[in-house]
Nanobody
Framework: QVQLRESGGGSVQAGGSLRLSCAES???????????MGWFRQVPGKEREGVAT???????TYADSVKGRFTISKDNAKRILYLQMDSLKPEDTAMYYC????????????????????????WGQGTQVTVSS
């Protein structure tokens, strides 16, 4: 069983930065490096949307709304996924979740706009990001 735990959320003013972390723990061995990992966000009343993904080979994909401002990365040895968020805007305010794809070596896909949450079967509890103007 895989558990994901996000941290690093908080309240910042527009233009500020935050770095989210997502630590994985698992009962039994899993090859952390083999999985597509992603960051998603959700605001009340709206569907959860993809923000950024990173494939097992390190390929990254971003939503158009965050391109150039957010950076996804991971440390396979520490089993931690990161999301560096710079130049934050009030519209970035949301609950942010990390997730792991259900299949090893499956591609995340290269179009976040059409990405769905169904392929992801392990989720964290979320961390709130609030950006004030």
């Amino acid at each position: 069983q895989v558990q994901l735990r996000e941290s690093g959320g908080g309240s910042v003013q527009a233009g500020g930065s935050l770095r989210l972390s997502c630590a994985e723990s698992a009962s039994g061995y899993t090859d952390y490096s083999a999985y597509c990992m992603g960051w998603f966000r959700q605001v009340p009343g709206k569907e959860r949307e993809g923000v950024a993904t990173i494939d097992h080979d390190g390929t990254t994909t971003y939503a158009d709304s965050v391109k150039g401002r957010f950076t996804i990365s991971k440390d396979n040895a520490k089993r931690i996924l990161y999301l560096q968020m710079d130049s934050l805007k009030p519209e970035d305010t949301a609950m942010y979740y990390c997730a792991r794809h259900r299949y090893p070596y499956a591609t995340c896909g290269n179009n976040i706009a059409t990405m769905t949450i169904q392929p992801y079967n392990s989720w964290g509890q979320g961390t709130q990001v609030t950006v004030s103007s």
